[in-house]
């Protein structure tokens, strides 16, 4: 999941209680999925760009995090909560930014639902179980290429500049990781308390 450093969303066995090889913990991250023919589109241009961490497109909304398995339901009622309170919202992603010189990350930008994702963003990191040290302010965007060479960050940059999607967000998925398999959807939130 991207905060500016990262790019992934999170891994698991998807469903299950308890993390592979009986682990006392298991990574999380929660991401709004960017939908078709967008999401298909921005995933296959960061495998192309050769991105190691080429998972597919979304905005993260809580990076990968590590929580003790125990904590699962008491976090997924949380998340309950949080979509309850928040209404669904238009997401428009328009244009590309950069991290960089900080970090070797090229994005599309979020034009309008900023503040949705923001405040989304800012009510799950408010669990104690999710509550963790950022390493960068939250800036919602969708990771289009990271850690690759300079000229292919270049390329990803200036290739999706025209770049724009609108669409609505009804729901932010959960997901999880077991250190073996590529990050899993483990729930989908409604927002706005839908089913």
Not at 47 to 52: F, H, I, L, R, S
Not at 65 to 74: G, K, N, Q, S, Y
Not at 117 to 133: D, F, G, M, T
Not at 146 to 152: F, G, H, K, N, S
Request: aromatic share 6%; net charge negative.
């Amino acid at each position: 999941m991207t905060q500016p450093v990262a790019g992934g969303v999170a891994r698991d066995v998807a469903g299950s209680g308890t993390a592979p090889g009986g682990a006392d913990t298991i990574q999380i991250g929660i991401a709004v999925d960017v939908p078709e023919p967008w999401g298909g589109m921005l995933t296959r241009r960061r495998v192309e760009a050769g991105d190691p961490l080429a998972v597919p497109a979304h905005v993260t909304l809580l990076g990968p995090t590590e929580i003790p398995v125990r904590a699962l339901p008491a976090v997924e009622a949380h998340l309950d909560r949080v979509a309850a309170t928040h209404l669904p919202f238009t997401l428009h992603l328009r244009g590309t930014g950069t991290f960089r010189p900080v970090t070797q990350v090229v994005f599309v930008a979020v034009a309008a639902g900023i503040s949705e994702c923001e405040l989304l963003a800012a009510a799950i990191n408010s669990a104690p179980e999710l509550r963790r040290e950022l390493r960068f302010p939250y800036h919602p965007h969708v990771t289009v290429a990271q850690d690759v060479p300079p000229e292919v960050l270049d390329k990803a940059y200036e290739d999706l500049a025209d770049f724009s999607a609108l669409f609505q967000v009804d729901a932010f998925t959960l997901f999880s990781h077991s250190g073996a398999t590529r990050w899993q959807p483990r729930r989908d939130f409604r927002l706005g308390g839908h089913s």
